[in-house]
């Protein structure tokens, strides 16, 4: 268990609906990553926030945004939804977000766009 | 452009054999490399990292070797146990940058009893 927990497991949607994914970093970890896993695809990095404040963006489209609250928990907000945003989003946390620690990974929301 | 590559995509070995699984990098910028180990329906889980002022680093049946010049590292499990039956990512990062992690698409390794 990496303590970090996210929610839901699965969801199942339409096209053109709006999802949120929300993930609770581990216990003192101030950093929250966001990634995606497409079919045949490695992790892809989509966004970074380090205590409430946004630090890195990857490849993320403008459809897609997030935020890291007080708490430190974090949501992922998908809108306009396509068939292709189907896939398993994870959430990593680390302590301070230097490069030179490991993240630790959520067990993933896994998004099916009907 | 895939800045890491895992060019294997399976692997299988005998249990109690060396498992050796490799990765190569392209981005030259890259300072810090890590392993993770997956299983089905769960998130990938932190195995051992190494920086590159480093070349080698060991973890109890892990060890991590890395090669600079050559742009390349490889994870070494022994002995291999049917438990590390699982696709294996290799990552990488740049000190100073955002901390990203650019992973490489992974390796399924599959240790035989």
């Known amino acids: 268990d990496s303590g970090v927990t996210q929610t839901p497991k699965h969801l199942i949607t339409a096209t053109g609906q709006r999802v949120t994914l929300r993930c609770s970093p581990r216990?003192?970890?101030?950093?929250v990553y966001w990634y995606q896993q497409s079919l045949d695809q490695g992790l892809q990095f989509l966004i970074q926030y380090y205590n409430g404040e946004e630090r890195a963006k990857g490849n993320i489209l403008e459809r897609f945004s997030a935020q890291q609250f007080p708490d430190l928990h974090s949501e992922l907000n998908l809108s306009s939804l396509e068939l292709g945003d189907s896939a398993l989003y994870f959430c990593a946390s680390s302590w301070t977000g230097a490069s030179n620690q490991p993240q630790h990974f959520g067990d993933g929301t896994r998004l099916s766009i009907l | 452009d895939q800045q890491v590559k895992q060019n294997s995509p399976s692997l299988s070995v005998q249990e109690g054999r060396i498992s050796i699984l490799n990765c190569d990098y392209t981005?030259?910028?890259?300072?810090?490399f890590l392993w993770y180990k997956k299983y089905p329906a769960e998130g990938p889980t932190f195995l051992i990292s190494?920086?590159?002022?480093?070349d080698k680093n060991e973890d109890g049946r892990f060890t991590v070797f890395l090669n600079k010049s050559a742009k390349h590292l490889s994870l070494h499990i022994v002995p291999s146990q049917p438990g590390d039956s699982a696709v294996y990512f290799c990552?990488?990062?740049?000190?100073?940058?955002?901390?990203?992690?650019?992973f490489g698409k992974g390796i399924t390794l599959s240790v035989r009893p």
């Open positions: 190494i920086s590159s002022i480093k």
């Open positions: 990552a990488a990062s740049v000190t100073g940058a955002n901390s990203k992690l650019t």
């Open positions: 981005n030259s910028m890259f300072d810090y």
């Open positions: 216990s003192g970890d101030l950093s």
